[in-house]
């Protein structure tokens, strides 16, 4: 995997499937809040699915591909890890990404030899202006500048690499840095939120625990399978909390 298009061809394989079948991660997890002179304190439970269409990038060559997913995943009762409605008195907005789509070309991924293992790293950090400006959202918007940071960690086993198969079991983890939620209505309070949380590849979305596909069929069913085709631009936790709660 030393040559940058053998590199993103194992990642695809760990990340997606290259025979366009359709794939879905699930994650579970907890999310904490920190803030200057206040204890970190656990918020919320977090459980959420991607399911993913890997198909190539003809106009950019044989090297490149498009990963067309789309992502939900829903704030829990940090005890009873039931789906919460309301916070605080406060409505909950979960997360319903549609699309949440990539553009992927030979780029060199970072990964690490792990005793049979191979772990991809992608470390992500995030600054571009944000969808709720503080003029138009004051108690919903912690700044004019969106900032995050995403580290993601995928593992595969490397014999599973050294395969034909065109998709390989993969775990992987994810810890995100964020400001408050807007649906929180902490305005530009100092501090944030750090999400912590790990997961797996599964066999099929039949595999999403059955609360968890209740809830999607009941609310979004769409999530359920990939897109069929590209569409942009992403949707994000920012600008769905927007289109929501259009400015006045």
């Not at 780029?107 to 690490?112: G, Q, S, V």
């Not at 079991?169 to 649906?183: E, F, G, I, N, V």
């Not at 309070?189 to 609360?211: A, I, N, Q």
Request: hydrophobic share 35%.
């Amino acid at each position: 995997m030393t040559i940058p298009a053998e590199l993103l061809r194992s990642f695809a394989r760990t990340r997606a499937s290259l025979d366009g079948e359709e794939v879905t991660y699930w994650w579970s997890g907890d999310v904490y809040s920190w803030a200057p002179d206040e204890s970190y304190q656990r918020v919320f439970g977090f459980e959420g699915l991607n399911v993913a269409r890997l198909v190539q990038d003809a106009e950019a060559g044989p090297d490149a591909y498009q990963l067309l997913t789309r992502e939900a995943a829903f704030y829990l009762d940090p005890a009873s890890r039931e789906i919460l409605e309301t916070w605080q008195d406060l409505p909950v907005v979960h997360i319903w990404n549609d699309p949440a789509n990539q553009k992927w070309r030979p780029f060199p991924i970072p990964t690490t030899e792990l005793d049979g293992q191979v772990c991809f790293s992608l470390e992500i950090p995030l600054a571009y202006p944000s969808p709720l400006p503080v003029a138009q959202y004051p108690v919903h918007s912690a700044g004019d500048t969106y900032k995050a940071l995403e580290l993601f960690q995928f593992f595969a086993d490397r014999a599973d690499l050294a395969g034909p198969a065109p998709s390989v079991p993969a775990t992987m983890s994810w810890t995100r840095m964020s400001p408050w939620l807007p649906w929180m209505a902490r305005g530009q309070r100092p501090g944030g939120l750090t999400f912590h949380c790990r997961g797996r590849k599964l066999d099929s979305y039949g595999e999403v625990p059955e609360r968890t596909r209740a809830y999607i069929a009941d609310h979004h069913p769409e999530f359920a399978q990939a897109p069929e085709k590209w569409s942009e631009p992403n949707e994000t936790s920012w600008t769905y909390f927007r289109k929501l709660n259009p400015p006045k």
